[in-house]
Structures are given as structure tokens and as C-alpha cells.
């Protein structure tokens, strides 16, 4: 079976100011081993051009007592474990970039699982990420993941345009290009959202605001997590599909939004283009009239 040029997921993505230690790794790699159980079957450095290895019994004893203890002390500054299916797939990974050689960079936590995952057990899952890790910004809830790599990344990137322009509710993810601008500002909500201390603290009121305005709000450790209704939503534009939760969470953090952000991939991003669909539910009508 082929991986699809896009398909339809659900993720989650915390971004955090500094790159991830073994003690934090240690205790977000435990939780999701415990919540999700044993369903990996690859993994590897993140490091460019390492090659994923078979997760074994071998390979686990390894990792814990060799290279997670050695986390950002030589060239690995991340690891991603893969359940290697080509649909469907689900993934975590962790990543830390070098505060001087790679200097603005976010790193991350990155979480992807199937479409049908149950989203109060995503919901959960989140919530309980948020308790070990402090973030500056974040979301969880539908996706479009395309093959950003290779031969298909163009096709793949006009495929999920298309399918962007119809459903508002799905997060369309350039990951190379987002965390150039994610000590900046949040990206834009999703049906998760968070916002971290670092934010926070520069805009009280819209924090405090966006918690009036969410179907639920809870304080985490990590920061504040705005929840935009009961389930997430595609956000269907052919059937008028309510997005009135993302919407009001959106008009509330506008100043903490983004300013510039990089063009996703593919042919018919462009800046414009790009910064509408970032914008789409406070400016609605932009991101309806681009062609």
C-alpha cells in the first residue's frame, strides 16, 4: 500500500522556547507509552540524514539507557518513533533545535494519529502532555498531512490547497516553515488551542478574553488549553458548517497572532494566500475570494 499524496489526521503540536531535555523527553516518551501502549515499530534521530531503525526490545533498552541520557549533549537533539503504516499512520516525535546555530527556532513535541481517533481520548491526552511540558503555543485536532519531502511535495501541498479552500476546520501544517515564527506568536486556533506563559504575559486580556469566548477553558502547567467546542469539526464550507468556536477564540487572540509567516509548500501557496488561510476566521472574506 502507497502513502497518499494527502490524507485527513489528527495531531497535536506543542512548540516550546527550549529545546527538550532527557528528564522532559523521559517523562512525555513514558506517558505515551503508557496511554497509547506498544503500537511503534520505527524510530530514529532527527538529525539530517539519520535512518529509522526497527523499535525492538533491544532497540527500546538502548534508547532508554544510552541515547535518550545523552539528549542534546552531542549531535542528537531529537527522536521520532513511527508505527511505519503508509495511511493512517501515527507518530511522536520530539525536537530541539540549537539556541546558537539555529537561533528563532521553536522546537517542538509532535503527536499524529488516525482520523478516527475518539477526540475526548485526544482531549485527555492533551491535557496530560500540558502537564510536563511548558509551551508557548500549541493545537491539537484535524489535519491535512501531505508528503512535504520528495519527489510529491509540490502535488501533495496543491492537493491539500484544495482541499483547505473547502474545509476551514482542518489545520494545513508546514512544520519547517512554522517554527521559524512560533516565539513570535501562536499560528491560528484549531479545535485546541494553547497558549503558553511566554504569551500570556504579553497579552493578558485577550488570554482572559479567548477564555470567556471557548466552549471550555482549563489552566495547565503548560499553559492555557481554549477548547472551541465538543468534538472538532472539517468545518465543510459546501454544507455551511458552524465554525462560530474557532471564530470567537481567533477575534479574542488576534494581537497575539502571528504577523508574517513563511509560504507553505506547493505550487499555489503563496504569501498572500498563505497569510488568508491563517487569517480565515477573522478575515472570512479574504480567504473566501482568493482563487
Known amino acids: 500500500m502507497e502513502a497518499p499524496l494527502a490524507e485527513l489526521k489528527q495531531h497535536l503540536l506543542l512548540f516550546v522556547e527550549s529545546p527538550p531535555g532527557p528528564k522532559t523527553a523521559r517523562a512525555v516518551y513514558d506517558l505515551y507509552r503508557a496511554t497509547w501502549g506498544e503500537r511503534l515499530t520505527r524510530y530514529g534521530a532527527t538529525a539530517f540524514g539519520e535512518v529509522m531503525w526497527d523499535w525492538s526490545p533491544a532497540a527500546q533498552r538502548r534508547f532508554e539507557a544510552q541515547e535518550l541520557p545523552e539528549l542534546r549533549r552531542r549531535s542528537h537533539w531529537g527522536y521520532v518513533f513511527s508505527d511505519g503504516r503508509p495511511r493512517d499512520s501515527w507518530l511522536f516525535m520530539f525536537h530541539g533545535y540549537r539556541p546558537v546555530m539555529e537561533p528563532g527556532k521553536a522546537s517542538f513535541f509532535r503527536f499524529e494519529f488516525d482520523w478516527q481517533l475518539e477526540p475526548g481520548r485526544l482531549l485527555e491526552f492533551s491535557e496530560q502532555v500540558l502537564s510536563l511540558v511548558r509551551c508557548v503555543s500549541g493545537y491539537a485536532g484535524y489535519m491535512f498531512q501531505g508528503q512535504p519531502l520528495g519527489p510529491f511535495g509540490t502535488s501533495s501541498f496543491d492537493q491539500i490547497y484544495a482541499w483547505a479552500r473547502r474545509y476551514w476546520g482542518v489545520d494545513v501544517e508546514d512544520l519547517d516553515v512554522t517554527v521559524d515564527h512560533m516565539l513570535e506568536g501562536y499560528k491560528c486556533p484549531s479545535w485546541l488551542t494553547v497558549i503558553g506563559?511566554?504569551?500570556?504575559?504579553?497579552?493578558?486580556?485577550?488570554?482572559?478574553?479567548?477564555?470567556?469566548?471557548?466552549?471550555?477553558?482549563?489552566?495547565?502547567?503548560?499553559?492555557?488549553?481554549?477548547?472551541?467546542?465538543?468534538?472538532?469539526?472539517?468545518?465543510?464550507?459546501?454544507?455551511?458548517?458552524?465554525?462560530?468556536?474557532?471564530?470567537?477564540?481567533?477575534?479574542?487572540?488576534?494581537?497575539?497572532?502571528?504577523?508574517?509567516?513563511?509560504?507553505?509548500?506547493?505550487?499555489?501557496?503563496?504569501e498572500s494566500r498563505t497569510r488568508a488561510w491563517l487569517r480565515r476566521f477573522t478575515d472570512p472574506r479574504d480567504w473566501s475570494s482568493v482563487s
Open 197 to 270: 506563559e511566554r504569551l500570556e504575559r504579553r497579552e493578558p486580556a485577550a488570554v482572559s478574553a479567548a477564555e470567556g469566548s471557548a466552549f471550555r477553558a482549563v489552566r495547565t502547567p503548560g499553559g492555557v488549553l481554549l477548547q472551541a467546542g465538543l468534538r472538532p469539526v472539517l468545518g465543510d464550507q459546501n454544507r455551511r458548517e458552524s465554525l462560530e468556536g474557532y471564530a470567537a477564540i481567533a477575534r479574542a487572540l488576534e494581537p497575539l497572532q502571528v504577523q508574517r509567516h513563511g509560504t507553505f509548500g506547493g505550487a499555489r501557496w503563496d
